[in-house]
């Protein structure tokens, strides 16, 4: 098969190479009649646009990569979905990855990525990350990364987080304004900064209503359903049984739940439960599970306009952190009655 270059148009047209090139770049010193005449020629003759040197003449590759922990609910999928909306717009191609919740995988996805000549890399942290050198030094060497939903603190980086302290201060104060006054939290992986915001939000809406928090009520867990299925079933070994409990996300609320109702416990009556999330999972559980929703598709949004400034950025790029806003969506799970 062989491939129609530009040269070939021209010599069809009997015009000059810089003449094509002019009217395939839209320059304002050629006439629409001349564009026209070419564009019409090349698609007659077949040509398809090289745009890996077109790529490497404005030294970019107009790929970013995403770096997801998981697919196993709506959010992560819904953020990227935002992402790609911005990033398709001003002709970017998205390279998605996904961690499985394993540090080795994310590095092994983010090296890949590198490798690929990536212009830029949106990422959310899995549940193993506890080692961000790497990451550090990314950031540090100037390529252009931004971090949404699960990230560090400590890293110097642009950041899209949500007001996880807010929203889980009013998830946990709604459980105490139904009665509850034993209530027990899953915060996840304590070392992530959404896990230290929602815990620091649970203990806060207890001392605002003058109820203190003992050690045992902060239980550290994992983000899997698996895990909230572990943690009852230790709870109900232990006959330590909560008033109601508040997860850092749905899939441990919604493990939790299913332990406890395969016990006998009744929801909320004996035992009641808010998530985080809003997973599309838990309005379909029975009882349906009250949860914070967190803007998805504004997260990816706005996580990929901070990447593309700092990727036109001609001066030193200043960090950036935006934090989105929420809403709590109240369900029977979490109704005294």
Known sequence: MKY????DIAKKLNTSVSTVSRAFNDKADISRKTKELVLKTAKEMGYRQNRMAKNLVQKRSFNIGIVVPEFVNSFFPE?????????????????ITQSNECYTTELKNVQSLENSMVDGLLISLSSETDNIDYYQDLVNSGFPIIFFNRTYKEINASKVLFNDYKWAMFATEHLIRQGFKNIFHLQG??????????????????KKHKLTVEKNQVITSGFHMEDGEKIAKQLIANNTIPDAIFAANDQLAMGAMNVFKKHGFQVPKDIAFVGFSESKMGSMVEPPLTSVQQPTFEIGKEAAKLLLDQIECESKYVPKTIVLDGELHIRASSIKK
Not at 4 to 7: G, P
Not at 79 to 95: M, N
Request: hydrophobic share 45%; proline share 0%; charged share 30%.
């Open 189 to 206: 992986i304590k070392t992530l900064t959404l896990s230290r915001e929602r815990r620091r939000g649970f203990v806060d809406a207890h």
């Open 79 to 95: 953020v990227i979905i935002g992402a790609q909306e911005v990033l398709f717009e001003k002709g970017y191609q998205v390279l």
């Open 4 to 7: 129609i270059t530009i040269k």
